[in-house]
C-alpha cells in the first residue's frame, strides 16, 4: 500500500525540472499523475518511464496560458477518472532584467504565465474538489515568493502574488476540506536559468548601464551552485505537501532556501540589500 494509492493528482509544467521529478515521485507513491505542459514528446517520454515501471500517467498537453488548454486538462482528467484529488500548480518561467529595460509585455507574459494561468487552472478545479469535500492545492512558489532582487524583481513580483492569493485561497477553501501549500524552493538545478537568460537575452544584450549589475548577480548565482538542490529535493516537499495530516502553509527548501529566509526575517532591510548586493 502506497500513500497515494489512486489519487489523481494534476502537475503543470511537468515535462522538465521539478514538475517532471515530482510526476515521477507521486506515481512511485501511487498516484495517477496528469502531466502537463507544451512539449508533448517530453510527457510521452516522462509517460513510458513511468509505466515501466509500473506507474500510471495521463498526459494533456497545452499551454497554461490558453483558456482552452486549461480548460481541456480539467474536463480531459474528469471524463478519464471523474475526480482529481490534487492539483500542484508548478508550469512557470523567471523574467530577468531591470525594471526600466523590461518590456511591458514581457512582464505581463510574465504575470500571465506564472500568476493568472494558475488562477484560470485553479478556479476550474476549486469546484470539483468542493463538491468531493477534499483536495489539496500545492502552489509552487519560490523564495523569491518572499525576497526581491535586482535583475530579478519581475518573476519575484508574480511569486509574491502568488503567495498573497495562496494565504487567501488557504481560508477561503479550508471550511470544504481543501488544503493548500505553498512551497518556496531556492536555488535548484533545471532548465530553469537557461530559460530565464534565454528569455532576456536581448536585454542582456543591450544592457548598457545595468551590465556591470548583471556581471556582479551573474558572479553571485556561481558562488550559489555550490548549494543548489535537485528536482527531486523538491520533489520530496511536494510528496510531503500531499501526505502530511495537517501540512503547513510554506514548505521552503533545500536549506539554504530556509536560511535565506531566516536572514530576511531579522535582518533589517537596508542590511539585506548589502548582503544581497555582495
Ligand atoms: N529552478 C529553480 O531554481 C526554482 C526556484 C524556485 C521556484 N521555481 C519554480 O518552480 C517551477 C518549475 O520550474 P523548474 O525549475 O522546474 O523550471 P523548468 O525546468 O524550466 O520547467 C518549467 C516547466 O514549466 C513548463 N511551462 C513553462 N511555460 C509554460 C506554459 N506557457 N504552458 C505550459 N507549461 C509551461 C515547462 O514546460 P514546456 O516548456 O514544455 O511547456 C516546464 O515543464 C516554476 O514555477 C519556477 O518558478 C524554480
Known amino acids: ?9 494534476i502537475i503543470t509544467g511537468a515535462s522538465a525540472g521539478i514538475g517532471e521529478a515530482a510526476a515521477r515521485r507521486l506515481a ?46 480539467v474536463q480531459e482528467t474528469l471524463d478519464e477518472f471523474g475526480r482529481i484529488d490534487a492539483l500542484v500548480n508548478n508550469a512557470g518561467y523567471g523574467q530577468r532584467g531591470p525594471i526600466e529595460l523590461v518590456p511591458l509585455d514581457a512582464i505581463r507574459r510574465n504575470f500571465e504565465t506564472n500568476f493568472f494561468s494558475l488562477i484560470g487552472l485553479t478556479q476550474l478545479v476549486i469546484p470539483v474538489m468542493r463538491e468531493q469535500r477534499s483536495g489539496r492545492i500545492v502552489n509552487i512558489s519560490s523564495v523569491a515568493g518572499r525576497i526581491a532582487r535586482p535583475l530579478s524583481s519581475v518573476y519575484d513580483a508574480t511569486k509574491h502574488a502568488v503567495e498573497a492569493i495562496s ?3 488557504r481560508g477561503e477553501l479550508a471550511p470544504f476540506g481543501i488544503k493548500v501549500v505553498v512551497i518556496e524552493p531556492g536555488f535548484i538545478i533545471t532548465e530553469f536559468l537557461g530559460v530565464a537568460n534565454e528569455e532576456a537575452r536581448e536585454i542582456i544584450e ?17 558562488r550559489l551552485r555550490k548549494l543548489a538542490g535537485r528536482p527531486e529535493d523538491i520533489a520530496d516537499v511536494i510528496f510531503k505537501a500531499l501526505t502530511a495530516d495537517s501540512p503547513r502553509a510554506r514548505y521552503a527548501a533545500p536549506g539554504h532556501a530556509q536560511f535565506a529566509l531566516a536572514v530576511k526575517r531579522l535582518l533589517p532591510t537596508r542590511l539585506f540589500d548589502y548582503v544581497l548586493s555582495r
Open 28 to 73: 512511485r507513491e501511487g498516484a495517477i499523475v496528469v502531466i502537463s505542459a507544451r512539449r508533448a514528446d517530453r510527457l510521452e517520454a516522462l509517460k513510458r518511464d513511468i509505466e515501466a515501471a509500473n506507474g500510471r500517467a495521463f498526459i494533456v498537453a497545452g499551454d497554461i496560458t490558453n483558456e482552452q488548454d486549461r480548460a481541456r486538462l
Open 1 to 9: 500500500m502506497h500513500r497515494l494509492d489512486g489519487q489523481v493528482v
Open 206 to 222: 543591450h544592457a548598457g548601464p545595468y551590465a556591470e549589475t548583471f556581471e556582479r548577480v551573474a558572479k553571485g548565482t556561481q
Open 167 to 169: 494565504d487567501g485561497l
